[in-house]
């Protein structure tokens, strides 16, 4: 559907993207994920046209679009402040594009109640004014206006930042279903790992203008090949010296030159340690509740070693209590001298 080939963004003497390569399928919910200033919005820009790449051509259903006019590409966007009129009603600025393109009235109409219906917006919403909504509702309205000129691909820059937290959890599954829904292709920029991991069928992870991988949303979790891409998604510890000598000694062939990780949820906490390569005296140095589960941080000596468990409400480690903590050689991620992932054998 989308072919980014080799594709570099220069500002002046500035390097903003590095040979970027991706292959967007149609049909996809693909995002762009990464820090601030690390090259994803502009990517999407070079994709919707505002920005014209220094080098490489961008393809969409195999036709060259590299220097086709943004009117022309059939892409829609959802801009982070939403970019509606304000003054203007909920139904106007929906129809807004369609008036552009001076389709019939009757016509208008109809494609309004449509994509309005689908996105459950009431009658009564469509009379108001845009700033009488909610941010959610202001979303859908945004939403609405993009899909109702029936786009081959929708582009969305960060759409819920500016949302609190439970609105954005809620808002979140909404996307996702009615991109089900829809089955359109859409391209998403953020810099949560959570949103992209929740919402994507792939995502591409960037870091200084490179693509560090491109992956399903387990592959980049489980599956990191940078060590940017093993801390950049999700918590995980790092392994001390100590720590490492100590798995060596257990026979793990681990290379004391590269750097090892464990995931939060890997370790063993107590009975759930049992059967593990190496098992380690843990003090309580603190805890956090987050509902579902507790994260606890132990000092195993001289290093601070961080895991979670599931909050049953019953089995709670108290503060300076000690615990058993297991690591197993299968949970541990190694990375060598070029930050590139190595397999244990």
Known sequence: MINLNDVVVKFGDFTALHQINVHIKEGEFFTFLG????GKTTTLRAI???????????????????????????????????????????????????????????????K?????????????????????????????????????????????DEPLSNLDAKLRVQLRNELKEMQRSFG??????????????TLSDRIAVFNKGYIEQIGTPNEIYNFSQTEFVCN?????????????????KTGIPLNRQHHHY??????????????????????????????LYIKYSFDVGDQTIRAIEKNDGLHIHEMGEEVRLGIKKEDIRSYDEQERRVTLQ
Do not use: W
């Open 112 to 156: 309004v109640q449509l994509i309005a219906k689908k996105l459950d917006l009431s009658e009564d919403q469509l009379k108001n004014a845009v700033s009488q909504l909610s941010g959610g509702q202001q979303q859908r309205v945004a939403i609405a206006r993009s899909l109702v000129n029936d786009p081959s691909i929708i582009c969305m």
């Open 35 to 38: 820090p601030s200033g690390c």
């Open 48 to 110: 919707t046209g505002f920005i014209q790449p220094t080098e490489g051509n961008i393809f969409m259903a195999g036709k060259d679009i590299t220097n086709v006019p943004i009117e022309e590409r059939n892409i829609a966007i959802v801009f982070q402040s939403y970019a509606l009129f304000p003054t203007m009603t909920v139904y106007d600025n929906i129809a807004f594009g369609l008036k552009i393109k001076k389709e019939k009235k009757a016509e208008i109409d109809k």
């Open 262 to 291: 464990i995931r939060l949820e890997c370790i063993g906490i107590g009975d759930r340690g049992a059967g593990a390569d190496l098992s380690l005296t843990g003090k309580v140095l603190s805890r956090e509740f987050y509902r």
């Open 184 to 197: 359109i292709t859409t391209i998403y920029v953020t810099h949560d790992q959570e949103e992209a991991l």
């Open 232 to 248: 950049f998604i999700g918590d995980i510890n790092r392994l001390n010296e100590t720590v490492v000598d100590k798995l060596i």
